[in-house]
């Protein structure tokens, strides 16, 4: 039953972070935690605990630190994505170094040059009262 219990705070745990979009190294200290309660309660065999502790250290030094992780996994990944996926078409290429439309929205005729863009603008005279 114990078990049970620390299997749904783990997983309640996990989907904490995952909804927090936590770094990283909060995912590692987590991790690490779990498996010392796990084996601080007996519910897990010390040999287990060990090889997945050996596991978690691996796993994390070679994804917590950014130059080891894109020399060992990004650049393989980006490798494979490379060559599965077409080339740029020129089309492509120039949109993507056109730039933005936020940035370009402000060369807009509709928006008149040098007025700010706000969506209230400010009146230039204070409004006449139509009380008699």
């Known amino acids: 039953m114990l078990t049970l219990v620390w299997l749904g705070v783990v997983v309640a745990g996990f989907f904490a972070l995952a909804y927090g979009n936590a770094a ?35 796993l994390a030094i070679s994804l917590n630190f950014p130059p080891l992780r894109r020399a060992l996994i990004s650049d393989g990944v980006l490798a494979v994505f490379r060559r599965i996926l077409p080339p740029m078409t020129p089309t492509e290429r120039e949109a993507i170094e056109a730039g933005t439309v936020g940035w370009d929205a402000s060369f807009s005729p509709a928006a008149p040059i040098g007025e700010s863009s706000s969506p209230c603008p400010r009146r230039s005279s204070p409004r006449k009262s139509n009380a008699s």
Do not use: E, R
Not at 25 to 50: D, E, F, K, R, S
């Open 24 to 58: 990283g190294w909060l995912w590692t200290g987590a991790i690490a935690a779990a498996l010392a309660a796990a084996w601080g309660a007996h519910l897990m065999p010390l040999l287990v605990v060990i090889v997945l502790a050996g596991l978690l250290v691996v």
